[in-house]
């Protein structure tokens, strides 16, 4: 009986272990749903940080600013202009940008030799229908320049 016990005992502590250890190799869901990709698009929802833990950048998608481009069904003279603010961490340290889409104005900026470009604001705006914030997102370029 006592011998069953310590058999139990056994097999029980090395199905623990064997269940911690393989946990270990297992990736986090959320940090590669979260993660912010260099040289490559990355969608970012409204109100969303993405991380890029191994540089120790993260963007965050705070507001939409302005919202001036030429709905989808109407006939405008010029493209208009989507204006978003970020909050960009880099190294520890928070920083407030503002994007636009428009060429004339800022599209991208050089933070600690990280480029982030805005590339779209979602949705697109039509003429015969109005979006909540929760349908908002943009599409940023983050590259390293060395």
Known sequence: MIEDMLHIKIFISLLLVIIVLSCSDISNPDELENSLLLNDTTYIAIHETKWNYDKNIG?????????????????????????VELEVRVNNLNHIIHLNTYNGYTRDTL???????????????????????????????????K
């Open 59 to 83: 963007v965050k998608y705070r507001k939409q600013l302005e919202e001036s481009r030429c709905p989808i069904g109407v006939h405008c003279f010029w493209e208009g202009n989507a204006k």
């Open 111 to 145: 933070l600690n030799n990280f480029r982030i470009n805005l590339i779209n604001v979602f949705p697109y705006p039509r003429f015969d229908s109005a979006h909540v914030s929760e349908d908002r997102g943009i599409t940023i370029f983050v590259s390293e320049e």
